[in-house]
């Protein structure tokens, strides 16, 4: 049975929005593979270059935003020639199926993957109820 996960389309504000950018790194959507366990949904996201204290990660009702922050990489003793990888913002966002139990999703990181891991809710299970006498 596969898990109701939505990726959310997230939009440049406008002038219109009253929002403006205050920052002038690129925001990225980083690269994302989910598949699912019998117990899991798992996330794999790519954000290279972003460190643990820079990733954020908040849940809000069934929508799970994932944001990392990348610093430009410095090293000493080089000059150099060419980049690719620069500073910039990774940003996500997912709809959640109401199947997910919110309080017990765990996340870590890894070189550069960060990786979410999305318990499945217990089904309700049915039950007797018995009858009290009045």
Do not use: W
């Amino acid at each position: 049975m596969a898990q109701e996960l939505k990726t959310t389309e997230r939009r440049a504000p406008s002038k219109l929005d009253g929002g403006e950018r205050t920052q002038s790194r690129p925001v990225l959507v980083p690269r994302t593979d989910i598949y699912e366990t019998e117990d899991n949904v798992v996330l794999l996201v790519d954000m290279p270059g972003v460190a643990s204290e820079g990733v954020d990660i908040t849940l809000e009702k069934r929508t799970l935003a994932i944001c990392g922050y990348a610093t430009a990489q410095h090293h000493e003793n080089y000059r150099q020639i060419y980049a690719e990888y620069g500073a910039g913002n990774y940003e996500r966002v997912f709809t959640l199926s109401d199947d997910i139990d919110r309080d017990s999703i765990e996340a870590s990181q890894k070189n550069g993957v960060l990786r979410l891991v999305l318990p499945k809710a217990a089904p309700a299970k049915a039950r007797k109820i018995q009858l009290k006498m009045a």
